[in-house]
């Protein structure tokens, strides 16, 4: 019972910050050029929202990111709580995502409106997808990118095999790839029915950018290793931790 109403009293708190920050959300959307403002608007809607919610949060940075360079980042994904969770990134990024988002009131207009959806059951969406983010990066955005198209693993923290899309565009416009590393919110927010909140620290790590100058698209499945490879080892490491986190 206690669980269900920190569920619903989370769901709230997330409706009533979206509705305060819509309004801040018309400048990017009427202004297209001012596009940096949607990543300082996700910074502080995770930053309260974690707050509200009592979730404390860890994020660890790279050293290596560079707030003045432009990323595809790609993180694991087990959770609704990551596309919040990724609101905390440091560099100001759009995201790449299924459409399902658009068919939730006013927040699926704002999302169509400053980010770009997928619809993977349609080629001429993906292909109208991989377009609109080439065009994303020649504006001078960065990307976030769910790798594995989807919460589609049965078996988390086990991520899912990842698809081509974030690989291929980060090659093509030769731009670095930063791994990111989601490990509690599995355990936190699971990906069942019905959702249910759990208290925890939510932790992100954002890795070392990998870069794509000279590769070819004869190296996306190298590219894809070496990402994967980075997110699988840490979610190993904290793996042995997460029976002691709830």
């Given amino acids: 019972m206690i669980r269900t109403l920190y569920t619903y009293y989370g769901l709230a708190v997330f409706s009533v910050l979206f509705l305060v920050f819509f309004p801040l959300l018309l400048i990017p959307m009427i202004f297209p050029t001012q596009f940096k403002w949607v990543g300082i608007f996700n ?3 995770a930053r309260l929202l974690f707050l509200f919610t009592l979730l404390p949060y860890r994020v660890v940075i790279s050293p290596a990111l560079h707030r003045n360079r432009q990323y595809i980042f790609c993180p ?4 609704y709580l990551d596309i919040p969770t990724m609101g905390l990134n440091p560099i100001n990024a759009i995201f790449v995502g ?5 068919k939730i009131p006013l927040f699926g207009f704002m999302y169509r409106k400053l980010h770009i959806t997928v619809d993977r059951s349609r080629l001429k969406s993906r292909v109208n997808t991989l377009l609109d983010s080439r065009k994303a990066i ?3 955005k960065s990307l976030v990118i769910f790798p594995e198209g989807g919460m589609l693993t049965k078996h988390p923290p086990k991520m899912h095999a990842f698809k081509d899309g974030a690989f291929r565009t980060a090659i093509e416009k030769q731009i670095p790839i930063v791994p990111v590393t989601i490990p509690y919110n599995w355990i936190i927010l699971p990906d069942q029915h019905p959702l249910r909140l759990h208290w925890s620290r939510i932790v992100v790590i954002f890795h070392d ?4 100058r000279g590769y070819s698209l004869n190296d996306v499945d190298d590219l894809k290793k070496q990402v994967f490879e980075v997110i699988e080892s840490e979610l190993k490491q904290y ?3 997460s029976g002691n986190i709830g």
């Fill in 43 to 45: 910074r502080w809607w």
């Fill in 76 to 79: 694991n994904h087990f959770s």
């Fill in 98 to 102: 299924k459409n399902d988002m658009e």
């Fill in 138 to 140: 020649d504006a001078g």
């Fill in 209 to 212: 950018p990998i870069e794509t």
């Fill in 239 to 241: 793996e042995n931790q």
